[in-house]
């Protein structure tokens, strides 16, 4: 594979000195001779610069894929798929990831290229009396209650990556952006490793159902290894994984091969053996029991902000649990809504495409059931599921999640191009590879910068955004804020196509409200089960 990267300049080489051999008797061969030799030197710059990592992995060849981009905008009516084409990620928003990851310009000349006239085209409202917001640093306090170590979390923060499906080089330059612009790095489900502590920067450590860090030899919760890790400083929250948008309810493996001693060392996993997540946990297994599981974590970790993640799939399911924090009493500090447009580096196709709800679809659901259960004010949301732009952001947190999160953001931050090859080992940027020779490509100081400066960049323009809507924070959002074309002549607000529950409606079962999803799997759920029952 070595070989194969490094062809063109290998090539280059060659070329530059057989053509100087035939120039001693041809003078003809001085013209290819020096054009060899321009190569050569392209891929001697490419290989010692440390800002391209596509370009250290792939000299000379990657200009090759460079100029495709800048001619791109000519050829892409006729070759290749329009700018907005979203798949997953389109070319503009890619676009705009890179700028701002690099601070460089990013303004549009000649007006929008969106059809405004076009169903499900959407907007914010702006206001004829602007108003001026003094700083961006926009915070969330987490913490309910039974929290004894509240934190003040950013408004946009990585969302779970593990090291094992990133690289070592990509998860340092992610914890040190995140320490340099103070949001916070989810470290996925593949627990605490070594890059993780290299920089301080702030972590949620999510706890999935293989339990790495904090598990016996047979994969069972281990208390004591939980407590060790979550009373680091640097770990800030506890997230439990009930499920991720893009696979839920199917688990995982990190193939053998893969399980190196430093990915076995950091799950607490034998080296070489395939590494299972399982598709259920083992911890519990009725919604009472998860939340009783919820406040020992939160115990175990000295009283740190303690919760869950999920994508939402039977609605009836989701209903237990919040009827179980009414049966118990216990109530997470936290809930992430994730979507069934998340990402993964391997899932199915049908998993993929057709498996869970899409994320406005449960942050709302969520948020519902919250405030009709009066316990919205005890419960923060945060919201994650192809978030990019500003935008993204205001319009989840006028649907009510209260911070947002994003992985292929950050990604696209460290130099992603999108070639889903994730789950191959080959990641030509040295992200998603436990390939050094890939991998260490990856400047971390020039990334750790890009991710900063993304975030950065990206929380400035959703203040701008306020401040064009005459509001002073972005918890002043609602759905009444963000406006939505529905046919080529009708529009609608969030609010009128998406009816919020008024505070405690779920507590009188005499009056149910009107939403087919509370009349029908309300009253079937229960608390001491994920079951469905019927009356």
């Not at 688990?251 to 607490?268: D, H, Q, S």
């Not at 040295?430 to 900063?452: E, F, Y």
């Not at 804020?481 to 080529?488: E, G, K, L, N, T």
Request: proline residues 6%; neutral net charge.
């Amino acid at each position: 594979m070595r070989f194969i990267r490094y062809t063109l300049f290998a090539a280059a080489i060659a070329g530059s000195a057989v053509t100087l051999l035939l120039a001693l008797s041809n003078p003809w061969w001085l013209l290819p001779s020096a054009l060899f030799i321009a190569l050569t030197a392209v891929g001697v710059m490419d290989l010692r610069q440390t800002h391209s990592t596509l370009r250290r992995n792939y000299p000379i060849a990657a200009h090759i894929r460079f100029i495709f981009e800048k001619i791109r905008p000519m050829l892409r009516q006729y070759i290749v798929e329009a700018d907005d084409d979203e798949v997953p990620f389109s070319h503009d928003q890619r676009a705009l990831v890179y700028q701002r990851s690099k601070s460089a310009l990013e303004t549009r000349a000649f007006g929008t290229e969106q059809n405004v006239y076009g169903t499900r085209y959407e907007w914010i409202n702006h206001s004829i009396s602007p108003s001026k917001i003094t700083s961006d640093d926009f915070r969330i306090s987490i913490g309910g209650p039974d929290c004894k170590q509240p934190y003040s979390a950013s408004i946009f923060n990585i969302s779970a990556m593990s090291f094992g499906s990133l690289s070592p080089n990509a998860i340092r330059a992610l914890n040190k952006g995140a320490q340099l612009g103070r949001f916070y790095h989810d470290t996925g489900e593949g627990s605490i490793s070594s890059y993780h502590r290299e920089h301080a920067g702030d972590m949620v450590w999510e706890l999935g159902s293989g339990y790495f860090g904090a598990r016996n030899d047979d994969g069972t919760f281990s208390p004591e290894r939980f407590a060790e890790r979550a009373s680091l400083a640097q770990v800030k929250m506890i997230e439990l994984k009930l499920s991720q948008g893009a696979k839920p309810g199917h688990g995982g493996m990190l193939p053998g091969a893969k399980v190196n001693a430093e990915i076995a060392r950091t799950r607490g996993v034998p080296q070489g053996q395939d590494c299972i997540s399982p598709a259920s946990h083992s911890a519990f297994s009725t919604p009472e029991e998860l939340l009783q599981f919820i406040a020992q974590l939160r115990d175990l970790s000295g009283g740190k902000p303690t919760g869950f993640k999920l994508a939402i799939g039977h609605p009836w399911e989701w209903f237990a649990i919040a009827k179980a924090m009414l049966s118990t009493g216990i109530t997470p500090d936290f809930i992430v809504v994730d979507g069934a447009e998340g990402g993964t580096g391997a899932a199915p196709l049908e998993f993929a495409d057709h498996i869970g709800t899409p994320m406005r679809e449960g942050l709302m659901l969520v948020h519902n059931t919250l405030v009709g259960l009066n316990l919205r004010d005890k419960i923060k949301i945060g919201a994650a599921g192809k978030i990019i732009t500003a935008f993204d952001i205001a319009r989840t947190l006028a649907l009510g999640a209260d911070w947002c999160n994003s992985a292929r953001g950050f990604m696209f931050a460290l130099g992603c191009i999108q070639s889903q090859v994730c789950h191959t080992d080959r990641c030509p940027t040295g992200i998603a590879t436990q390939d050094p020779q890939r991998w260490q490509g990856l400047n971390v100081p020039d990334k750790a910068s890009r991710v900063h400066h993304f975030h950065a960049r990206t929380v400035a323009t959703l203040r701008e955004l306020l401040e064009a809507a005459g509001l002073q924070h972005p918890s002043e959002l609602g759905p009444e804020h963000i406006m939505r074309r529905v046919s080529p002549t009708l529009v609608r607000s969030l609010s009128t196509l998406h009816p919020y529950l008024a505070a405690g409606a779920l507590l009188n079962p005499e009056q149910l409200p009107e939403h087919i999803v509370f009349q029908r799997f309300w009253p079937a759920a229960r608390a001491d089960s994920f079951a469905l029952f019927k009356s």
